[in-house]
């Protein structure tokens, strides 16, 4: 989880989503990434941060698989059924 | 005079405490001059009961080709991969790349690296020949949906595989950048959408997201804290959302994300009764 729905920086965003990365990893399980595109409060609320760490944290591992020799996988739910 | 001549050599900062030390402690003579040592050291704490610093095998340099940890000596052979299925496919390697790229203080530049791919072991042709021992060597495999209501969805032992999920959307702009990001990576992600499809703006714009191939599922439709909800409010919130979503987007709804990670069982009850799987932030079923 990213915790994006606070007002925290794009880094944090970042970070927050690869301790849980990690830890899948280190588990041998997929992972599956929580952010917020939205608030609950109103509409129009400010998730710019959320748009950052989704390019950068896609960036990170699609370098990181193909660094290690691997594909990297983006799934939906369905891939889990 | 040991400890006089001792305390002579001591340095003016500490020489107070030295002195102090001496008049209390019988075996004073060995412990200032370990104190002395200690505190000419600026980064190290000055407790002459702390133990050193654990030596760290070091990092080598980024050009290093990354390595996969040494195999076990030959005494202790390497175990069979199937004899422990559960065993995770990695070993603990340093990659300063990665400390880097994370940038934390948290982050010690030792991570889980996959070892480069091996053939597949061979079975031998006696094992072959016996269906009981084959049938015992099949490694257990962690069901994906558990069957009774409680839990959620399980992923798969595919580290590989992420999932990019977004709660609460659809909200205007934030989301439609979102799409150009995921459009420019090519990459598929799932979006749980709640009471912003009330909007028209945002009900027009959403019809985009199927076409990327985008999945749209179900979070409620007025993202009320389903915990403390009774069950026909919140049979009544997953029924609205569904009917709105299918709606907008002609096509029916398969899953469910719980609000603010809620899994009572009556709830995930009722999300299986209306066809729906529920899907959260710890899919390990752990």
Avoid at chain 1, 51 to 71: M, P, Q
Avoid at chain 2, 257 to 274: E, F
Wanted: proline letters at 11%; a positive charge; charged letters at 20%.
């Amino acid at each position: 989880m990213g915790y994006d729905w606070r007002r925290i920086p794009a880094e944090a965003v970042e970070l927050n989503i690869l301790r849980c990365f990690h830890k899948d990893l280190g588990r041998g399980f997929a992972t599956n990434a929580l952010l917020h595109d939205g608030g609950q409060a109103a509409m129009g609320q400010d998730l710019k941060h959320t748009v950052i760490a989704t390019n950068r944290l896609i960036s990170y591992w699609k370098d990181d698989f193909s660094r290690c020799g691997e594909a990297c996988e983006f799934v939906t739910p369905e891939a889990w059924v | 005079m040991l400890s006089v001549s001792t305390v002579a050599v001591t340095p003016p900062k500490y020489r107070k405490a030295c002195t102090v030390q001496l008049s209390s402690v019988s075996t004073s003579c060995r412990w200032v001059n370990s104190t002395y040592c200690i505190r000419n050291q600026p980064s190290v704490s000055a407790n002459p009961y702390s133990r050193p610093p654990p030596q760290l095998p070091k990092c080598p340099s980024p050009s290093a080709p990354v390595r996969p940890a040494p195999s076990r000596s030959a005494r202790m052979p390497a175990p069979d991969p199937r004899s422990a299925p559960h065993a995770p496919p990695f070993s603990l390697v340093c990659n300063s790349r990665h400390s880097r790229a994370c940038a934390s203080p948290r982050t010690t530049g030792w991570h889980y690296a996959r070892p480069a791919p091996s053939a597949p072991a061979t079975t031998p042709a006696r094992d072959r020949s016996s269906s009981s021992s084959a049938a015992a060597r099949t490694p257990w495999r962690f069901p994906q949906v558990l069957p009774y209501p409680s839990c959620g969805l399980v992923t798969t032992r595919k580290p590989t595989q992420i999932a990019l999920t977004y709660d609460d959307g659809p909200n205007d702009p934030y989301t439609f950048r979102l799409l150009e990001v995921l459009a420019e990576h090519e990459v598929r992600a799932t979006f749980f959408y709640d009471w912003s499809l009330r909007s028209p703006a945002p009900r027009d714009r959403s019809r985009r997201s199927p076409a990327a191939g985008h999945l749209i599922s179900n979070h409620t439709m007025t993202h009320p804290l389903l915990l403390v909800r009774p069950s026909g409010i919140v049979r009544q919130q997953l029924r609205d959302c569904n009917a709105a979503l299918e709606d907008v987007l002609d096509a029916p709804v398969r899953w469910f994300c719980p609000l603010h990670g809620g899994r009572r069982p009556d709830v995930l009850r009722a999300v299986r009764d209306l066809g729906l799987t529920p899907v959260t932030w710890e899919c390990d079923g752990v």
